[in-house]
Every structure is written in C-alpha cells, then in structure tokens.
C-alpha cells in the first residue's frame, strides 16, 4: 500500500542540523507521529544543538522516497508539549548568545523571522515556581540614626532609624522594607527579574515576581551600621524557582508572519551556571502531542511517484551547448554538468504518460547564475539560482506546473555570470509514498554513525527507509570516529581578570566595570567597605550577565569568561568617579579575550564508553531493529579522532598514524594494540553488547579491520620513517619476548621471514591476542554475542596492486592470523570482508573477485562470510560485482554505505529490482 506522509511529521521528516564542537553530542530519537525526544551533553557553555524542523530542500532520503519542495504552510497551525531537563530553560528572559528560545524561519522569500516559542506557550504541567529568599531583621536595642540597607542588583533599599519615641519594632523595619520593595517601578527600569516582598513579623520574605529556574541566581546582601539593627544572615540565596514545566507551544504559522517557508528550526543551548565554572551537563527534550492542523493538501507531503520520469545529465535526450563540465558529488547519479558560460544552453526532450510538474534538479548557491527556461517554445521564465546558503543546496525547484502527457522540449539557458548546475530533469506525477519495494533478506546498505545519514536522523525515518527501499538483509552499522565518544577537555585557556578594591571609598564615589560595552557599576553607601564592593559586583554579575561569571574573596573579585571560545572574548575596563579626598582605587589584572579553546579528548574513565546522544541513539536504533526481527551488527575500529596519547600507533620516527576525515580539520589516528587502547575498547563493545540486550537483540559486534596499519612513513626526507609498530607498549613486549629490540621493517613489502620470522610472527600474535581477549571479554558478559572480524582484503593482498598499489606481503602475514583462516580455530563466528579500494577507485572487477576467492578459499563456511562493497564512488559497477558476489554464494552483501544509495538514488542490481531506473515507482 501507498503511505501518506506530511509536513513537519517526527519520524518522517525531523532531523538534526548537528551540534557544536567535538565535546558535545546529541541525538534525535524515540520518534512517533506524535512525539519525539533530542538528548545528549553539553560540555562548554558556547555548546548547542539544532533541530530542523521544516526543510523543504530534503537532503535525505532516496528519490523515490524524497518529498517534493513544498514551501506552502498558510492555513497550518502546529502545537506540541515540551519539557527541557538540562537546558536553557525556554522561559528564561536572560540574554540569547544563540537562538535558543526561538524558532528561526527562512521564508520562502529567503527573508528571515525569529519567533519567540515562550511568547506561544502555556504551562500544562510541571513545575514553573517561583524563587523566594527572606532576611531576618534583629532589633538589638536600636538607636536613633541606625540604619540598614539590603542590596539587589544596583537598587538600594535603605532604612534609617528614627529620632522619635517610641522607636520603631523590628517588625515595622520589616514592614518598611517591603514597602520600599513593592514600590518600585520594575517595567520601567526594564528589571528581567522584579521582586516582591511580604512582611511576617520581623521576617521579609522576598519573591522573584518572574518564576523559573533563572531566580536561583539571585543574591541579596545586607549592610548594617551597626549590630543594633542587623539581619541575622548577611547574605539572602534565592531558592525554590523551577523552570521543570510541561508547555504548550502553539504556532500558526499565517498568523505569525511565515505562511511560505523554506527552513525551520529550534536551537538547544546549555543551561547558565550558577556563579560557577560549567560542569558537563547532561540533557534532554522531550516533545509530545505534536500535530499540525489544516487543510489536509496543505499538510501532506508528495513524492515523484509512479510514471515520473527523471532525464539524467548524461542521457541522450540531452543536447549542450557552449561549454560544460563534470562534476561528481552529492547529485543523482554522483554526477551533474555545470557552465559559467553566458548563453550556454542545454536542451532536453522528454516523453511522461502522464499529467505532470516539471523540475529542475540543480545546484542552489551563492556563486550561481540565472537560467532561463522555456518549455515548448512558451514564454521564457527565469530561475535565480542564487542562494546564501552553506554548503550548497542541491535539490529540485519546479520550472512548471500541470504539464499535459507527451513528448516535450526544454530549453535552459545561462544569462547571467555565475555557475549553473544541470543535475537531471524530473517530470514528477505528484504521488504519496509507493507501495514499499519487495524486501530481499541478502542485502542492506551500511550505516556510518559518523555521517549525516545516520546520526542526525531518528532511527525510526533511518529504518523506515530501509524497508520501503526493500532492503531486509542484514545490517552494519559502524560506530564512526568521533561522535560517540566520551570526551575531556585539555590544553584549554579560558580568560579572566581579577579586580581588587583598595584605599578607603567614601560616601557617593561611584566604581563602574565595562565588560563587553555592558557598563555595571555602583554608589558607595556609608558603612560599605572594600570586601562590600567586590560582593556587590559578584551578585550583580552573576545574576544578570549570560557571558562571564564571578566570584569575590575579601576585596578581589575575579571574572572568568563562561568559555574560552571566541564567542566569549570581551573587552574589559574598571574605575572609579569620586570627589577629592577619597583615596579608593579599582586595579585590574588579566584580560577576558584571548581564550584557547583546547582539544576535546577521548575520554576512556568515563562510563558507559559511549556518550549520552549515542547512547539513547543506539538504544532506540537497536529498539527499532528488535521491531523488525532485523539482525544488525555493530562495528568499531582501530580509529579515534583524538585519542589519548598511548593509544596511537607509531612510526619508528615516533610520529602517530594520522588521517584525515574529511570533516573540518579533523584528523583520525590509527591505534595500537596496546592494553590501555584494549581497557577501553571492552568498554566499548560491553556497552554495545548491554545496549542490544537491553532491547532483546543478541548482541552482534564486529571487530572493524582490526589490522596493523598498512602504510609507511619513510621517504626521502623522512628516512627514519618505517611501518606504524614502534609504540612504546610494542616495543617493550617484543623486547621482552624476542631478547632484543623489534626489527624495522620500512615497507609493507618487507620480509616477513627477517629474522626468521620472529618478529612478523610477533606482531601477528600481538593481533591475534588482543582480538581474543576482547571476544573473551564480551562473551564473559554476554555468552551468546556473535562476534565478527571485517578483514579489507585490498590493503593486504600479497604483491601491490591497483591504481594505488595496495598490499604487500608483509602486510598479508602479520594482518591475517593463522587462526583466522579457520572458522574452527579462530574464537570468531563471522568474517566480512571488503576491497573497496579495488572497487571504488580501481573500478577493477577482477581484483574484486579476487577478494571473493581468496576468502572463499580459507576454511570458513558459506554461512559465515559476509561481503562489505562500495557504492560511494560513482561509475563503479557495484551491481556487477554484487551479482558475482551471490554467483559465488556469499550469502549476505553490505553496501558501503547508506548516504550513498539516498544521495546517488542509487538501484538495485537487477536481480532486486522492480522497475526501470528511469522511472519513479
């Protein structure tokens, strides 16, 4: 059966923009029709998550799957529930450094709007209280001209005894203070937090007016003349306000402005410290009754669906003009042409059976041009492909609508500079999702937590994909490099100054700090002193500022910036206006600028080993699959994006193995098969195995190319450079093992008879050994887990081949345990194993089969062999080499990897497939 879908539905069209910075995480999960949940942790108060509601621009899903851009939301009203636990609370009035209590609209104008959430919301459970303090006032014998003076930000309440009989009680006091407090004018002097007060005897009771968590922060302090008139503490902390509410947030989306709308989003930040340095927070959001209400055509989301017909940017049908290149990326296909040539031109004919809109699939950018287009020789229209966006967009705009069946012609032309880019055209029969493609049990794309594809989506749309795509086979899913991890922070500078009050202040001298052009300052009452004044400025900080923190010490006040991220960095001046005679001076010490973020760190003391976005990710993935009976496995690596420092493998130069990842500057570094590397690595695969068990799957890990690394280091201007087996830890087993120091072998072609053997032997054994004890580790915990080994057979084949001349056969022997030629004698249930270079890069079907044989030819059963191949590089024949994979009875084919079958809309192999790739449906 077709399958409705609609705007704004969870578990259907939500995602994550992502987080910020590599200590972070979060993860979108636990996705219904009507409710979901985003959690994970924050370490750095410059942190915050981005969850994108609305894009009508779908990077995701597979053409067949992908909803048309609809930017249509007049006559549509969205509400839902939300309650927030370790976040910036939403009704919190302090001062945004990120957009956390809006929900930001780019129009379909490209025009902007932020709109306020807590400004459409109502509290229908929870907690949502108020924070209160009190002071107690002591009458100790009071005397005329005593007096008292309670502090809040820069208001002074102030209380002089009078010169009458009979004197005031301490209760009249009290009353007299409450009355100056209730006084005040708050709207006008644009107070985000106004206090009210209540007079019980002598006990003033101080409310924050504006409930929530943020009146925590609040602090009053008392100056007295003397003990005769006094409170008993000098210092009120406001406790008891709670922002822990259940809120209604209701959006009518013509009412507010953005009827049209390209892209929506709601921005997650970490909750302020409380006069304090940030300590990692755990969060989450949970959202419930979420509906959209309106017109039903409004609401509903439609595919290409069955009889559309998609003209590729090589096809036949296509005729250029001018000057045009390839491009290979993120298109259909993996390709698109594009020129910056004015007046180049591209005509295309195309024949649809049925009513159709046409689209154009392109490239929207700001460094693109204007296109003209005509249809049949109509009048010209004009499509600005012009964007602010980062990166670029590439998607479909609709060129026309209601075009009659037939064959037709389509002229595109380049007006204007700037680069057009022609990916494909698409006569799309508007449709609902088609009837789910026949699921085969042989085959399933992998899944990669470290690309978009995976761990910005809720597992709920990721498996939903998977079976309308017909793909039932087993699943892989490999943890990734960096978004999992437990992370610490080192090597961070964050900024400060130390203010220190010295000399005698005198009545009505004025002390003023600048931070960041935000001016505080103070009047100095009678009876204030030094340790006063830096009090004083603390509270007042630390009860208003959203981008420094502070705290005193006698008469030394210290400010820190909230993170040393360049965000934070604020300029800084401190002094003093006086009349003659007062001898008070304000010095300063130190700058707010000047932070130094630091590196964030795996982290292996933490537990569990994965973070709290991964781990409620994999929980609901894992959760999803039991649903489906669906067996997956998952992988981790040898590979860590800034790993402790004994974890990494070295050259006999010293240097670490590092490669890039392709994501910033980060760099990924191969590990050793070291012990402190093995300590965290059971962590890692135990809490994978407790997280599948807790969902009532068998627990199935993959130990992913658990290999010695493949390259050298050595060159001409590096000729200490060698083979990755020179750790510290490595070294001193072999010392201890072979009676001397380990040979140097420079060249994955070496020798491995050198020495006898000994050596090559040596470090195989040091696999063989480490891969054992964390199989033993596993199954001490979970008896019944099924444990594989991925083996790439392309980097260790025998004698180099390729266009990048992989292997070698020092490779081969040290990377390839005897044990594991053997099903019977290698402690594993599985072998996968891959030669994507040989696929991917070399397009070469015979190194593959290759591959095929040789594992087919160790003594392991057909059952337990499993075959990882590419379909991340385009023009490989992948649905060739899969074809022989199941000729030769491999029974199980992982495709490597999922973003590339949605990105590419890559089809099945013939033998899977239920209708021509150039028809939708």
């Avoid at 959760?623 to 998952?634: D, G, M, N, S």
């Avoid at 260790?796 to 390839?816: D, M, Q």
């Avoid at 030769?888 to 992982?894: A, D, K, N, T």
């Amino acid at each position: 059966m077709s399958e409705k879908i609609y705007k704004l539905q969870p578990n259907r069209t939500l995602q994550l923009r992502g987080f910020d910075a590599l200590g972070a995480s979060a993860a979108l999960h636990s996705a219904t029709e009507t409710s979901f949940k985003v959690s994970g942790v924050f370490r750095d108060p410059a942190d915050f998550a981005v969850l994108v509601l609305y894009d009508a621009d779908n990077f995701y899903e597979h053409p067949r799957l992908k909803y048309l851009p609809d930017f249509d939301f007049s006559g549509l009203t969205l509400s839902f529930d939300v309650r927030y636990a370790g976040l910036m609370p939403l009704d919190s009035p302090k001062y945004p450094t990120i957009d956390w209590p809006y929900l930001d609209v780019i129009r379909a104008d490209e025009s902007t709007a932020r709109i306020p959430l807590f400004e459409h919301a109502e509290q229908v459970g929870g907690v949502y209280s108020k924070a209160e303090a009190a002071f107690v006032i002591e009458d100790n014998g009071l005397q005329p001209y005593d007096r008292l003076t309670l502090w809040y930000l820069n208001f002074a309440f102030d209380y002089i005894v009078p010169d009458q009989s009979p004197l005031p009680s301490a209760a009249e006091v009290t009353a007299a203070l409450a009355a100056q407090i209730n006084a005040v004018d708050w709207e006008a002097f644009g107070t985000l937090i106004p206090l009210g007060a209540q007079a019980e005897g002598n006990t003033l009771r101080i409310i924050a007016e504006r409930p929530g968590v943020d009146g925590n922060m609040i602090r009053m302090y008392a100056v007295a003349k003397n003990n005769r008139l006094r409170t008993t503490a000098p210092v009120a902390e406001f406790r008891g306000g709670s922002s822990d509410a259940v809120w209604r947030v209701t959006l009518d989306f013509e009412a507010l402005g953005v009827p049209y709308i390209r892209q929506m989003w709601m921005t997650f930040a970490p909750p302020l410290a409380d006069g304090a340095a940030f300590e990692p927070t755990e969060w989450e959001a949970e959202f419930s009754n979420w509906s959209v209400s309106g017109p039903e055509e409004k609401r509903a989301l439609k595919v290409a669906g069955p009889g559309s017909v998609r003209v590729e940017e090589n096809d036949a049908w296509c005729s250029y003009t001018g000057d045009w290149v390839a491009e290979s990326g993120f298109y259909s296909g993996g390709y698109a042409r594009k020129t910056s040539s004015p007046g180049a031109t591209l005509t295309v004919t195309y024949c649809c059976a049925k009513a159709h809109d046409l689209y154009l699939g392109t490239s929207l950018y700001a460094d693109r041009g204007v296109v003209g287009i005509s249809l049949d020789g109509d009048q010209e229209t004009e499509l600005d492909c012009r964007l602010a966006a980062e990166p670029p967009v590439i998607t479909r705009r609709r060129l026309r609508s209601a075009v009659a069946a037939g064959s037709h012609t389509v002229t595109l032309k380049l007006k204007t500079v700037g680069w057009f880019y022609f990916d494909f055209l698409e006569a799309a029969v508007a449709g609902d999702i088609p009837e789910a493609c026949p699921a085969d049990n042989q085959i399933a794309p992998a899944l990669d937590y470290s690309t978009d594809h995976t761990y910005k989506l809720p597992p709920a749309r990721i498996l939903w994909m998977l079976d309308q795509l017909g793909y039932a086979g087993p699943l892989n899913e490999y943890i990734g490099v960096f978004w999992w991890n437990q992370r610490k922070r080192e090597g961070a500078t964050v900024p400060s100054v130390t203010v220190s009050f010295e000399g005698q202040f005198l009545p009505d001298d004025q002390v003023f700090l600048n931070i960041g052009g935000q001016v505080s300052g103070k009047t100095v009452f009678p009876n204030e002193n030094n340790e006063v004044l830096a009090r004083h400025f603390q509270y007042f900080i630390n009860a208003t500022y959203v981008g420094v923190w502070a705290a005193a010490d006698g008469n030394t006040l210290t400010i820190t910036a909230r993170s040393p991220q360049p965000a934070y960095s604020f300029s800084f001046n401190a002094w003093k206006e006086s009349g003659q005679n007062s001898t008070g001076t304000v010095n300063y010490t130190g700058s707010l600028t000047g932070g130094q973020p630091g590196r964030w760190v795996v982290d292996p003391e933490q537990t569990p080993a994965l973070n709290r976005g991964a781990c409620d990710w994999h929980r609901d993935f894992f959760r999803e699959c039991k649903l489906r009976e669906r067996e997956v496995t998952v992988s981790s690596s040898m590979e860590l994006v800034n790993p402790p420092e004994d974890f990494a493998a070295r050259f006999p130069d010293g240097a670490p193995v590092e490669t890039s990842v392709g994501f910033g500057e980060l760099v990924s570094t191969h590990c050793t098969f070291s012990s402190p590397m093995r300590n965290y690595q059971r962590q890692v695969f135990k809490t994978l195995a407790d997280l599948m068990a807790e969902a009532e799957l068998t627990p199935n890990l993959q130990f992913g190319e658990f290999c010695w690394w493949y390259f050298t280091n050595r060159s001409e201007q590096n000729p200490s450079g060698g083979m990755a087996y020179y750790d510290e830890e490595t070294r001193a087993a072999a010392q201890t093992q072979l009676g001397r120091q380990l040979y140097v072998f420079t060249s994955p072609e070496d020798d491995p008879a050198v020495n006898g053997g000994a050596d090559a032997l040596f470090l195989r054994n040091r696999l063989r050994d480490y891969v054992s004890d964390l199989a033993g580790f596993v199954r001490q915990h979970h008896p019944e887990a099924r444990l594989e080994v991925l083996y790439p057979c392309d980097v260790n084949r025998p004698t180099p081949a390729g266009v990048h001349n992989l292997g070698g056969r020092l490779n081969r022997f040290i990377n390839l345990p005897v044990e594991w030629e053997a099903k019977q004698t290698s402690g594993l249930d599985g072998i996968k194993f891959e030669a994507l270079d040989f696929g991917a890069w070399c397009r070469d079907l015979d190194l593959t089969r290759e591959a095929m044989e040789f594992i087919l030819g160790l003594n392991w059963p057909r059952e337990s062999i499993r075959y990882l191949l590419p379909v991340f590089q385009p023009g490989f024949p992948w649905d060739r080499d899969s074809m022989a994979a199941l000729g030769l009875g491999i029974p199980s084919l992982v495709l490597w990897a999922f973003d590339h079958i949605c990105l590419f809309g890559a089809e099945k192999p013939a033998r899977f497939k239920t209708g021509g790739a150039r028809f939708q449906g």
